[in-house]
């Protein structure tokens, strides 16, 4: 079992910056892949970010969002730079143990209870 706790989102103007982070439970945090995803209203959940247990790293918001991982502190952090309006949404991370197809919500066993980006024009 593993208990994801997102955290840092909140209210930011559009071209600025937030890092998100996600707090895993657990000592096998290390084989997991890691995700991000993420909802806006009236919209279904769609795919942000993902790195695998070897660091293999996917990414739908490339040049503006960057996915790590820590795996001594169990956390996994997504970088977020030049943030627009579209852009808010909520954010969820999930955890999973596949290595492929990590741009799929089925890939991911376990979800956080997501965190909530706005970003102001």
């Known amino acids: 079992q593993v208990q994801l706790v997102e955290s840092g989102g909140g209210l930011v103007q559009a071209g600025g910056s937030l890092r998100l982070s996600c707090a895993a439970s657990?000592?096998?945090?290390?084989?997991?892949?890691m995700g991000w995803f993420r909802q806006a209203p009236g919209k279904e959940r769609e795919f942000v970010a993902a790195?695998?247990?070897?660091?293999n790293m996917v990414n739908s918001v490339k040049g503006r969002f960057t996915i790590s991982r820590d795996n001594a502190k169990n956390t996994v952090d997504l970088h977020m730079n030049s943030l627009k309006p579209e852009d808010t949404a909520v954010y969820y991370c999930?955890?999973?143990?596949?290595?492929?197809?990590?741009?799929?919500?089925?890939?991911?066993?376990?979800w956080g209870q997501g965190t909530q980006v706005t970003v102001s024009s």
């Open positions: 999930a955890a999973g143990r596949l290595e492929y197809g990590l741009g799929r919500q089925s890939a991911y066993s376990y």
């Open positions: 657990g000592r096998t945090f290390s084989s997991y892949a």
């Open positions: 790195i695998s247990w070897s660091g």
